[in-house]
């Protein structure tokens, strides 16, 4: 099991944008291109749930209240997965984890908080 380290939380208002980031240590020696990467999303008093998914460029997942909002990349080269999140509402306030799909490895978490 490995610790995933995610970055660029904060406060912001509605309507505002924030870009996260997930480094993967190099400690995985796996080809990390073959991961599949996800972001999922916790808030107060609920279950934790994807927000988004990728594998490669073509295959993407997103969950239903960020399409059109957020968008997931990866960079193989660095072993980083991003999410810009644009058009934020007070309802994306949660704390935000990256996760290797299918394995244990998360991150801390990062906290977003959407307020005016």
């Known amino acids: 099991q490995v610790r995933l380290v995610e970055s660029g939380g904060g406060l912001v208002q509605p309507g505002g944008s924030l870009r996260l980031s997930c480094s993967v240590p190099?400690?995985?020696?796996?080809?990390?291109?073959?991961?599949?990467m996800a972001w999922y999303r916790q808030a107060p008093g609920k279950q934790r749930e994807m927000v988004a998914l990728i594998v490669d460029r073509a295959t993407i997942r997103y969950a239903d209240a960020v399409k059109g909002r957020f968008t997931i990349s990866r960079d193989n080269s660095r072993k980083m997965v991003y999410l810009q999140m644009s058009n934020l509402k007070p309802e994306d306030t949660a704390v935000y984890y990256c996760?290797?799909?299918?394995?244990?490895?998360w991150g801390q978490g990062t906290q977003v908080t959407v307020s005016s």
């Open positions: 190099r400690s995985i020696t796996s080809t990390f291109s073959a991961y599949e």
């Open positions: 996760h290797i799909d299918g394995t244990d490895n």
